[in-house]
Every structure is written in structure tokens, then in C-alpha cells.
DNA sequence: AGCTTCTGATAAAACGATTTAGCACTACGT
DNA sequence: ACGTAGTGCTAAATCGTTTTATCAGAAGCT
């Protein structure tokens, strides 16, 4: 790390560092190309390249954002969030700093306190489940939300279309000819509101179909799959004409209950039953036997969004209700006509 | 974001720059007590922190370690890694620059290049499996590998002791008291040093129980859920003498497939079939019916120890052989004694 | 008194860049 | 010959700290 500084390309290229630098960052000053050429071949052959510090002090700006999360680590989403704003990040020129404060309020203002003294443009404040949340008093006003919104709606936010999302795997339920749809609900602390959003979804499309949603068929379940087995069973013991021809389950998690239920009781799938997930989570949907047909999250693509906002380089989002991003369906063979159609 | 400088804490208490700096970093220089206070209370009452560009440049040293990942969403175990350097690096002021790769070699040369600029006091160079690795050319000398090791031994490095955990594994059968355990080998690409360390441990404890390994009970799986399952049809189409009354698998994703295809033939876990897996893998480890034993990968504590090393805050490792970390078994309920005993 | 030592503090340099203001020289028009 | 405009380049200020060297005054000693 003998690192050359721009008074050595000065040295070399026989010029003021003054030059050095006005060159190298393509000033239109009156530098003649003759000289432009000397200098630039100076730096590439003594490898220079800017002291980032010394840029940012002078420039009161250090192409470096900062990352804020609650829990990076117990989600396997936390993953394709963070690449999505590191990819934007590397694609112009930016890093990223990154702290993860555990959902605790004291680490997240020293949290908050540290990245304003390291200079950091601007911050990016992430939920690892979409929620809403509290905006930090430190937070600068101009940081984005990712995957959660600010209680106060002030704010550049994205979060999941959870409510299109739960109509869309409702809907790909209804064209495969189902009629009895259940919904497994979440029950945890804190309550999720998604699970609201998908069921509102779910009944969305119900409706739209001319089904009127009924109360038996929607049931909770832990976020587990020991939940999606408790509930399932819960299901099938109704009497056999209100059973359920299909379920959209309020994840992937409860939806390997599902699965384990079903084997259990002798039910093959999609032949007695049909499944929908959620979350589309990777290692569990795919390696189901049949394999989920669930709706992605879009973790990578609000990860970019965030990012492309906070740098400037998409049309810009006005502070307010959030963005909503699309969650597409992954097809996959769960699903298939009801059995006594 | 309006800073409050040095200068501003000099000018409220009434004293020279020099005087606060001095104060703030508890130097021992001649300043009696009441001045100390003084410029103390200042400091406080603007809530000044020295900013961390301007004290970096001057000190040559950013208090920022950076993080370099090669794929860091394509797997769900990255966020355990982070999560203990994190950890470490908070507790000793410090904060992380991360970047992702993507496992792209120019991508990998630009981000060392922009750590480096960046001035990053130190670098983890971490891999989301366990690996060997060729030491990146523009890597500092002093940078430590996490997860993985460089394939010229000399750098300071950390990899979980995967033959250890594969012994624990298998003697945990043993003391059920198995005698016919098979091995559920990876297949993959690249081919992942892990399955062949855990194997040599399957074989220590064999031996060390006075059986020897016999080649057709080590079977090959792609990683996967239907590898499991093909690899689990393949051992019981051998005569029903040969069977195996007990499977140690690669990891827990092809555990879960062994499930699935005693489930399809009707066997009761772990009546007819103990099983322990690797990984611990969130969400499917815990949530198999039964639960899944299993060998967990010490993900948060590698980072905590990479990070420790870095920051120099533990005995220091010398460079050379990797320090292997302990991989400890975790009991759940698919293990029981073999069927006709 | 004259010298040294101690005390309390500060001026100024340095870190490595960017940027503003301006200098020295040439060319040109009259 | 002289003012003006244009060309090529650079000195110096600046960003906000830390740290070294030094200064002024008080105190102590002979």
C-alpha cells in the first residue's frame, strides 16, 4: 500500500498538481491535448488514482452511502436486498457502508450518528420484513426506505405490492378451476402486515370472480411449517364438502407444512390439493415435491430502486405513500384443476 | 446534516483548537482540569463529533475495514458472517465498506482498487462457502480469509472444521447405536472441499468404532433436494440386508430430500431411518417432521473471529494452516436407535 | 536581579486532493 | 509601439482534523 499521491504524477509528468488535477478530471480548463496526453500517461504508468479521503474532505462528499438494517441476519432476503443497492452502488462509482443495529434503538442512533460523521452522502434505511417503522430521530430527511415505509408517510419509500401479489396467486388459483380457496394467515409478534395486504388481495379476487370470501376458510398459522401441518389439519377436518380444493399460504415456510400435512393424510398434489406460496424462498419453494408455485419477492429490484433514488439516476419519487414493486408469480407445479370438478 | 466543527467548539469555550483536540483525545498535554471541563461541556452542549474524513486523512487511518464478498445473495448464511464481523467491528468503533463481487474477477480487481482508495485500513476477503482460493493479486498481504483459504497458506485464514463436524456426525449414530450408515456425497460444481472432509471424518469415526467404510454406502447427490431423494431410492433398491439404518448427508437441503423419499416409501423417521445433516440451515433444518439433527457451520463466530483478528483485539493467528473453527452438532429428533437392534 | 523551570496554551504544518484567481507570455490588430 | 485578447499554466486557499514546536508568563532558586 505504498500509495502515490498526485504530487508524484505532478513530478513525473513535469507539471503543477494543479494541471494533474484538472486534467484527470477532464476540466475544460486550457490544458492542451499535447500536455492532457503527458499527464494522463504519467498516472497510468505510476498506477495513480485519487485519495478517496482527501477528495471527500475537500468535497464535502464521499461517494459512500450508508446501509442501515434491523436484522441482516435472520432473514435469507437480507441477501438480494443488498446486492440490488450494491450493484447500483458499484455502477456509478459508489460504496457502501453497512451496519446492522439488531432492532435495537441505541445501537441505531449510534448507528445513524456514525455514518453522518464518516460523511456518507446519503443513507438508506432497510426492514428485512416489510413493515412499517418509526423514523429514527437522527435519520437525515433525505434517506430512502426499503422495504418498509415511515409511519409519518414523509419519505421516499418502496415497499412489495403485497395486496396485487396475493391477488395474483389467488387468481392463478381461480383459472385453474378452483372455487373453495383457503388462506393461511399469519399469526406472530410483530403482526406482519403483509399478511393483511395478501388476504385483501385474496379477496380481491374472490370477489372479482363473484366468490364471496368466507370466514372458515381463512385460518392462522404460525410462521412455521409445524403452523401450515396445525392449520392444515384444522382444514380438512371440516366436513368434507367445505374442504378447501386449494390453499394460498401467507409464505413458503407454512407452505411446506402444507406439503408435510397433505403427505400425511394420504392427499396427493395438485390432484387433491392445490398450493400457492409466498416468497418465493430460496432451497424451500423450489425443493418441495411437486415443486411451490409461490410469488417472489422482489428483494433485488426494490434494492436497485432504493439505490437508483438515492443516487439520482431514475426519475425521482416523491416523498409520500410509497412505491409499490411488483410481485411476479413463479410458476412452478402445485397448482392444477380441482379433483371433482 | 449543519456540522458542527472543531472550530466551533474552540470558539464557544473560548480556548484554540489545539486546546479542544487535545482535550477530546485525552491527551496528556498540560491542561489543568477546569479547562478540560470547559471545552467538554462545549463539545456536549453543539454536539460535536470529529469528522471522521477530515481525522482520517490526517491520521492515515479510516477506522473502515473492508468487506469483500464474492457471492453474498445466493446464499442464506452470508448474513450469520456479516453479522459477527459486524458485530466486532461496532464494538470497537470501527464500520464496514462492503462489496460484492458476484465472483467476477474484474469486478473482484475494481472493488480492492476501490477499497484501497478508499483507504480501508484492512480487508476480509470472504467466501460464502468453504473454499480454496487464489489470492487476488491487488489483495493486501495483511487481509484475512474467511471461509475459505488462499491456496498459497500464507495469510491468516478461518474455515469451519468440517472433517471434525463430519465425525461428530457419524459418532452421534454410532452412539445410537448404528452400525450400517451411509454418506450422502455432493456433487456439484465446483466441487466443494467440504464433502470430502466431512467424508474423511465419517471415516474416522468408523474406524475408531471398528467398522470399516464400506464404498457402497458413500452415495453421490447433486446439492438438492431431489439429489437427496435419488440418492435415497438408490440405497434402499440394495438388498434389504445392505440397507443402511441410519444416513449422514452432505448438508441440509439433501436431508430434506431423504425425507421426502422415506416418506414416499413409507418409512418412519427415525424408526426405520436416522438421519443428520450439515449446515443447519435456517427455516428447513428446524422445520422437517421430525426435526432435522444436524452439524451447524459457525458462520457468526468466523466473522467474529476474522474481524477480532483484523482489528487485533485477539491472540493474533499466524499465518499458515487455517484456524479451524468448531463445528457443533445440534440435537433435534431425527435420530433413534437403528430398527432391528 | 538573573537564570532556570514549570505551566497553560497556541500557531502552524501536515494529510492529499480540488478549485479559484491570476501570472507571464505570445499573437494580433491598429 | 501599444493595448487587448488569448493561451498555458500555477500559487495558494480550502476542507477539518491531529500533532509538533514554541511562546509568554509565573514561579522557584541562587
Redesign the interface.
Known amino acids: 500500500?505504498a500509495r502515490v499521491r498526485i504530487r508524484d504524477v505532478a513530478d513525473a509528468a513535469d507539471v503543477s498538481i494543479t494541471t494533474v488535477s484538472l486534467v484527470l478530471n477532464n476540466s475544460d480548463a486550457r490544458i492542451p491535448e499535447k500536455t492532457r496526453e503527458r499527464v494522463r500517461a504519467a498516472a497510468e504508468a505510476l498506477g495513480y488514482?485519487?485519495?478517496?479521503?482527501?477528495r471527500?474532505?475537500r468535497e464535502k462528499r464521499?461517494r459512500?452511502i450508508g446501509?442501515i438494517s434491523n436484522q441482516?441476519?435472520?432473514?435469507?432476503f437480507?441477501?438480494?436486498m443488498?446486492?440490488g443497492v450494491?450493484?447500483v452502488a458499484?455502477e456509478h462509482?459508489y460504496?457502501?457502508?453497512?451496519?446492522?443495529t439488531g432492532g435495537d434503538e441505541e445501537?441505531e442512533r449510534?448507528?445513524i450518528?456514525?455514518?453522518?460523521?464518516?460523511?456518507v452522502d446519503r443513507m438508506i434505511y432497510a426492514s428485512m420484513w416489510h413493515q412499517v417503522v418509526d423514523r429514527p430521530k437522527a435519520l437525515?430527511q433525505d434517506a430512502v426506505f426499503l422495504n418498509c415505509r415511515p409511519a409519518d408517510e414523509k419519505g421516499v419509500a418502496v415497499v412489495p405490492d403485497d395486496r396485487a401479489g396475493g391477488r395474483l396467486a389467488t387468481e392463478r388459483l381461480l383459472t385453474a378451476g378452483h372455487r373453495r380457496i383457503a388462506y393461511l394467515d399469519a399469526v406472530s409478534e410483530p403482526h406482519p402486515i403483509a399478511t393483511d395486504l395478501r388476504y385483501e388481495g385474496y379477496c380481491d379476487a374472490l370477489r372479482q370472480a363473484g366468490i364471496e370470501p368466507e370466514p372458515r376458510l381463512r385460518v392462522s398459522a404460525e410462521v412455521?411449517?409445524?403452523g401450515g401441518?396445525e392449520a392444515t389439519n384444522r382444514l380438512f377436518d371440516l366436513p368434507s364438502a367445505e374442504c378447501p380444493t386449494a390453499v394460498f399460504c401467507f409464505n413458503d415456510?407454512v407452505a411446506?407444512?402444507v406439503y408435510?400435512a397433505a403427505?400425511r393424510r394420504g392427499l396427493l398434489l395438485p390432484g387433491d390439493l392445490s398450493i400457492v406460496g409466498y416468497d418465493d424462498?430460496?432451497?424451500?419453494a423450489a425443493?418441495?415435491?411437486p415443486p411451490l408455485t409461490t410469488i417472489a419477492l422482489p428483494h433485488?429490484a426494490m434494492g436497485r430502486w432504493a439505490m437508483e433514488q438515492v443516487l439520482g439516476v431514475a426519475p425521482a419519487w416523491p416523498a409520500g405513500p410509497a412505491h409499490l414493486m411488483e410481485c411476479p408469480l413463479v410458476e412452478r407445479e402445485s397448482v392444477g384443476p380441482p379433483s371433482e370438478a
Open positions: 500500500m488514482a485519487p485519495n478517496q479521503v482527501a471527500g474532505l464521499t459512500t446501509f441482516i441476519a435472520t432473514t435469507p437480507a441477501g438480494r443488498i446486492l450494491q450493484d458499484r462509482g460504496l457502501i457502508i453497512l451496519v446492522d445501537t449510534e448507528a450518528a456514525s455514518l453522518a460523521n464518516q460523511r437525515p412455521s411449517a409445524q401441518r415456510r411446506a407444512g408435510q403427505h424462498q430460496q432451497y424451500v425443493e418441495q415435491e433485488y
